[in-house]
């Protein structure tokens, strides 16, 4: 890849946690959590320590769970725009902070911006708005373009607009808005995710090519490193937090810590593979991937 083409919660768990879609979510402690939309089981996980606590109980039909950079995790439910704040403690344990309406529905990305907010995003209209953790919407508006297949923060304040299928892409900035545009990113990336460190971590599941690249203040996109090696069929990528990112295979429960730079650390199984159901979406550590329905 040459430096211009790039890369190429209604009651969240009944009194203890909350969750939407099935999804995998991490938050600046480092935990993950894991979900699965249609049965409520969820699972905290933890690098180098594995699953800590697993619950039965979380609401179903979270569409979205992201982290939103505060330690704690969003959760958005886009049929009924329904959403809740939840947290996971040092031992994995999971607690529900708050639960409530007022999102609206429809919205189809959710990232956080690495300041305190999350951007929603609604890829069918074009509309998008700006949600702080317990003080609500801050902006709503347009001009983000519609259609729009990923989001992604890169935890500074620059998120990234990405089209799979045409290679468009432009980025945006916080109380700024889309500050560059370009139409030679590479086509087919299937995951982009902030990887904690202000760089953004590119992966395609079809041929197991992957990337990073990172935006300057500016909005100026710039591509770092591209390579093979990833393996394909990965459904999910989460970052820890912590300077790893979290590969996961929902179909057969394989996992892999990837490193920027230094590659894969570990690799293996026992994810809890959905506690009898898959779990399905996956958001970023500090909220920087783009957790989307669908």
Sequence with gaps: MSKRSVLGLVCLVAATSLAGSS???AEPSNHVLFYSAGSGAGCTWRPWVGIERCYNNFSTG???????GTGQLTFYNASNGKGGIGKIAGAGHFTTSWSGDGFGAGWTHLTATGTGLVLFYNAAT??????????????RGSGFGAGWTHL???????A???NASTGAGCTWRVWVGIQKCYTN?????????GDGTGQLTFYNASNGKGGIGKIDGAGHFTTSWSGDGFDTGWTHLAADGAGLVLFYNAATDQGAIWKPWSGFQWKGAGFGH????????????LGLGSDHAG
């Design 62 to 68: 979270w569409t979205h769970i992201t982290g939103d």
């Design 160 to 162: 990234l607009f990405y």
């Design 152 to 158: 992604a923060s890169d935890g500074n304040g620059e």
């Design 126 to 139: 074009d509309q998008g708005a700006i949600w702080k953790p317990w003080s609500g919407f801050q902006w």
């Design 185 to 193: 990113f590479s086509t087919g990336w299937t995951h982009i995710t």
């Design 23 to 25: 999804s995998i979510a």
């Design 274 to 285: 959905g506690l009898g159901a898959r779990w399905t979406n996956v958001a970023g550590p």
